[in-house]
């Protein structure tokens, strides 16, 4: 229940259109649906704007599909993450028009519109091997109503690629940059362009990459001022922490 | 055999009711009985009040099936973690009454009565891909005799959640909380409730998580007094000391 | 040189005000200035929308006084970081207006205005031993032309007193939160306030703080979205950061 | 304010004794109190049981000044923990009867009575390098009213030691155990006998110690089950955590 | 060719029962054999005692039975470690009487007898979960020639089955202790006999276990003296040590 | 396009012999060809002397087709590493001719011949497992037209092979030394032999060698001056680094 | 008290020259001497064949003279580690015979003569750095009664000072090698003689080496059978390990 | 003695100039000269072709100057690195012509000419902090006789610097690339220049950093073929390699 579903609804009560019982009635879960397994925090889009999202690793196709099942009765928009196929052929059974994102590994239900703000983001990856990160932080800035530019694989090792896209990236507002080994681009383009990047450590690489560790430490310390960082392959952090500055 | 059991036969020695050939024969294995592969600590209850736990990791499945067969020829109740299925099927060709929780993973027999603690333990999940470990921890608890209280996906990104329980929790004289990713949720709790908190890092997470490091550390470094910590995914310990706790 | 600096100069190219050779010399610098030891980023500020902030580890005293001086010729404001008392005697020398924060360890000097932003940025501390770092984020802030909030000692050990200045916290546009220990703090105000949160892990604690270790990867895995990470004890970063959003 | 002191106050509202306006004089710091730098958490008392305590690392002379001076202001019990001599001299200036360990570098002064538990708590150590930190823990019991036994070096290498003593380890409800290098001696302690134990690691030791690592991951992976631990060199934590248990 | 076998040639030679070139012809492969995969280390028994021991992983099944074939043909005793059942069904085909220990995972052939040493080794473990470790130690022990006595199963969670053999594991002449988890059990050994102990850390446990760097940390920090320790599950490392010490 | 084929198209262009329209097509894709996952770096050849090297791990099979097939439109040579039969399933399809070494992972394509340096690169392996990652080594420097000497299976453990082998080794102009376990070969090598010694840890080994960071460390702390580090199993590299060190 | 002792007061007692008062009164400290901060093992001799040795590392010089006096009071040997020059200045007031060597940090003090074995021990050193460890190794082997040989700085950048010395050195029983950096030559060394190698990783390095880990990791990874390793910087362990083994 | 004197001395012996006695008497020394303390490899210089250079760190100043009087005495150029003022102070005495650079920590002495060659070593650092350990790379390759080009400050926060230098950069035959922090610019340098890069990760920065760890992660997986890495702040080893390959 956002806001304004919420101003409605006490209009309503107000002009007598909606008695008190009924009203009790449509607040009851409204500040978490307890699911046994699952307390889904039906309060959070009131209080930080947007509605839960479904992170699915370690989660069983059934408390998947319960928690969907849930949020799809209260109307809600659906983003579920780290998703499989087989939480996906559990999901589209009930509701068909579940959409799968196999590259990022999503399932997106569309119930309403979100307002799109004017601004772009971009994100961009530096290799090949880093897109279905992108991808999930492209889908998750979209998924909240924004409009996104993808600039792949313009990593450092050729580093003219990206020269030839940064008229398009400087016109973005904020800037999602994903990249494994040695995590070196967002301090290039952060040293390139005024506006914030957010920087997104990959696991791709072998031997001394530790499992993104090399891009993670490398992205901290950059030497370029106004990069921050989220978690290892958390695509969804960072397409969700891009929206939020989008937005302002 | 416990300390109960002991008194009897000592008493039955002294009333003459036993000859010292049949004690000596019943007290042989006092100690511990070799089995070979493992040496089962007869002695254990005796000396710190619970018979041995199964721990099923690395074991064979015929270890495990000696070990229990044995175990209940001495009418001890079992508490086999970390099974699986195939262990399962094993113990129920001999024991057709055992148990399998297929969250927590454990297998339970029951042959004789503990006494039931009037205080209740409470055990804690921050999220729904917590509650493997925090079931383990709960069915260790209710094994040696206790009340327990479940509690689960309560963590910090949508506290009000806990809030809402917290009376519930309050009354419980001692409080495992299970958590992955940052593992904030016990330093919360501790700091609203005067009760010891047992805190469990799970593995649950990806990246800088690196299999639960990341909640072990934070445990370790909680800024609340009265937080003490086991193993990562260690549900068993933290319901065995909390079982402990509550006894005292 | 900034954007209207430049801008003003060309124009008096245009108009004839200025001959080529004037404007040639003027312009030599523009890309940056080699002191040989350092080639400062003259550039910087037009490319980036910021001058070159000075970090003073490792750089010798001479180095550092070589390198402001040559920035106040062109008038620029001046932002060292990781200074010391010795640092501030060298420089006060040749600028006596030089402002130096002991807590913070920056070294200001101001000399011509930047416009302010209407909305405010909310530092948030976990301790009082956080206050260093939060210092150097808000005096960044600051510098930038930036209203700052302080809101220290508000650690989720005692989370009632977050409560108490949440609406304060609300009504900022970004907020930095800056904690040692588990680092749990951001992840309960990004739980309960939707904006844009930096955190920044601080290096206090001991033993398995391993040195701030435990704040970063708690903050990097944290389950509340929307929060991104700088280095440890990196409030110089958080601040420029906070800044560039709050510009947006 | 602790519990009985609250019931005091609202007896006398209620019976007359305190108009409303002298009432909310007394409560006005209720909740906390707000020093600048620090936020006195005076609520805790009602919360957990126990008043703040100082951790002076990270904080100036100043700081732990203020906080102790506001705190026996409120007739408070005094316990700073990580203290060091040039702290405690400014301390004496304006509370002579201060208490200063240099063994386990705390600060100490009394108001007010707390009531005794009947049970005894031991404190382990197993080396002369670790009383330290077992200090610590002992006289972090002894603030808050406990008895306390202390058993130093009895680590393993010379394990008769142990044996020689566990008579009166076994009389009392909570064991504390602090060990440096390996970190053995809890799980032996544990084994032996059937009381809750909080392991203590220290950061004695060098080489593949890693400043306290070994010790670690040896407690938390301990192989004898009831067994919980606290972050490296932490004794107050564990002396904390032994007193909350030792009051159940 | 071991020293025994090269004098009996060189004998010939001087007695005229061998020419030149018959001698040259068996000693061509004196130093080496190049397989051109593997150069088979022929010189190795005259220059350290033993012949090569052949560690499967990471070669292919044609390698190893490349290196097999060769050394057999050199009439060689015959021992492989990390086998498994691929590795052995290949070997059959060519060798018959080759034995598979399938908790080992060891591969070994007998061609001629080694003289046995009078004293004998004991190989300890600590749990039932390390007998694979401790069983490899064991076979390499028994493939030199070492009189080997097992006693498994008698870890510090129970450390009464430890003093109950402690009469037997005295006689010994040198002692190889097998430990996963904490690792505790060597310095409690170390403690107790005056014998060389070598420690095996296994891998055994989980958790902040992290693939047995608990256990090597513990045992390399060990407070007993006289305490070596060698890679994690090398139970062959070990073994081989143990003979070296036992033939001194 | 290689610099020789640049210069032949801009001397057809001054000779008349193809109109700038024709050269514009030419050039057309003369920066990098976009094929929308990836950006081929066209230009490479040109700056760094060699085409673009394609790195499967990652990249799904139709992305490396594409990039194959796209390559091959240019007839450029291909090499491709860590490939795997499905790779070179989808490859031979459309290029009979493609080359795959099973040991080292490549799939390579030949079109145009490379100059041959009159020196030689030798690539030396300290054991039999170290093979692949050696293989890899030799092939990516073979690729690139050089004279490749292999002498595998030399390790420290029997020193005396590779002394047979030096005069070999000394012959050659670089030396890519390939080890795992404590990659003690490199410096050995160093210490005998003038010439640049690059050096490849592999991640062969258990335990202590943690996926190859023993090897990684000890050849990064190299007691041998003249060493330099590539990552873990980074066969590639060295390959690479080596060819361009003999063409020097 | 050593077995010898004993047997003599137990003689003198049958004999009835001690009547049972006297014997108890030499007996009373016979397990252990209580000195409150510590507690002396006076039954490791009995039990170990060796005295305690004082580690001075963490105890205070009051602890460690305690200590040394009681020792005294018994006619014990003393060797006392990781000492320093406070340390010795005051154990010289009581001990004026007492001898302090620079480099080891070592204090020793001769009561009684020890029984000379008839085998040698070598301590090889890599590096000139590395001496202080290997003074350690040597003078504790000394100290137990063994003739010891001393071969330093033979590290294998320069392998054939090595090979100069390899006589000398097979003529030893047991050899302990100590090296810093990769911590090779251990290998090396075991790889060319058939003797015990007991390893002794150093501090010695700086970067990648991280206080050890590298020397440490390399010698835990060894390819070479038969070494085992103990704690960086552990030469009083090797030493220690050395006199056993030398013994047998 | 170097292979030109060894020809020369070996002439004079065909000559009958010197006699067997004076030829032995001269190369009496020529494996290694033995200082107790040290073994001075006086055949390096034949086999590796340099003499060798002293590393200061955990030498004696009296080892030290031992060891250059002993060099000086064979006619030997001196190359002392990480030494300090105390050192320089020893060696000036009894050689005034001695140099110290502050910066490099290195002292050299010139005793013969060393033949140039005829291309150019640069070294390029990333930061103003990064020039002490650029300038050990700097003056060791000057050291070995070449002529070395130094680009300080063109990190990758102001890319546009290091374009500028592009051209210089390119005429020479190797670089060493030093940086701190995230360790981008070898990458960036080996994309844009066709030779080969020696990467040094510098110990610059703070936090994430981990003392070097995360530059030193970020140039071995460095997404650029071609560059190889050596120890963190391992300025010696890259000037000493980049010389070796500069001389082929």
């Given amino acids: 229940m956002n806001p304004d579903e919420l101003k409605k609804l006490l209009k309503k009560v107000k002009g007598g259109?909606?008695?008190?019982?009924?009203?009790?009635?449509?607040?009851?879960?409204?500040?978490?649906?307890?699911?046994?397994?699952?307390?889904?925090?039906a309060?959070?889009?009131?209080?930080?704007?947007?509605?839960?999202?479904?992170?699915?690793?370690?989660?069983?196709?059934?408390?998947?599909?319960?928690?969907?099942?849930?949020?799809?009765?209260?109307?809600?928009?659906?983003?579920?993450?780290?998703?499989?196929e087989e939480i996906f052929d559990a999901v589209r059974r009930f509701c068909p028009d579940a959409q799968f994102n196999t590259l990022a590994r999503t399932i997106t239900i569309k119930r309403k519109d979100m307002k799109s703000p004017a601004t772009t983001i971009t994100v961009v990856s530096a290799g090949t091997s880093d897109i279905p990160v992108a991808e999930e932080a492209a889908i998750t800035a979209e998924f909240f109503g924004n409009k996104v530019q993808r600039i792949f694989d313009v990593g450092v090792a050729g580093i003219h690629r990206l020269y030839d896209k940064l008229e398009d990236i400087r016109k973005s507002r904020v800037i999602v940059v994903v990249a494994g080994?040695?995590?070196?681009?967002?301090s290039i383009v952060k040293g390139l362009i005024d506006?914030?990047?957010?920087?997104?450590?990959?696991?791709?690489?072998?031997?001394?990459?530790?499992?993104?560790?090399?891009a993670l430490l490398g992205m901290l310390t950059s030497c370029a001022s106004g990069v921050t960082v989220v978690n290892i392959d958390n695509g969804f952090g960072a397409g969700f922490t891009a929206n939020m500055i989008n937005r302002l």
């Fill in 17 to 41: 259109k909606l008695n008190i019982e009924q009203a009790l009635d449509q607040l009851k879960n409204f500040s978490y649906k307890d699911l046994g397994h699952t307390k889904i925090d």
């Fill in 43 to 84: 309060h959070r889009e009131l209080r930080t704007g947007y509605p839960e999202v479904i992170f699915c690793t370690g989660k069983t196709v059934e408390q998947v599909s319960d928690i969907i099942k849930h949020m799809l009765s209260r109307n809600n928009n659906i983003l579920a993450t780290r998703a499989n």
């Fill in 181 to 186: 080994m040695e995590g070196a681009l967002p």
């Fill in 195 to 214: 506006k914030p990047v957010i920087a997104v450590p990959t696991s791709i690489g072998y031997g001394a990459n530790f499992n993104g560790l090399s």
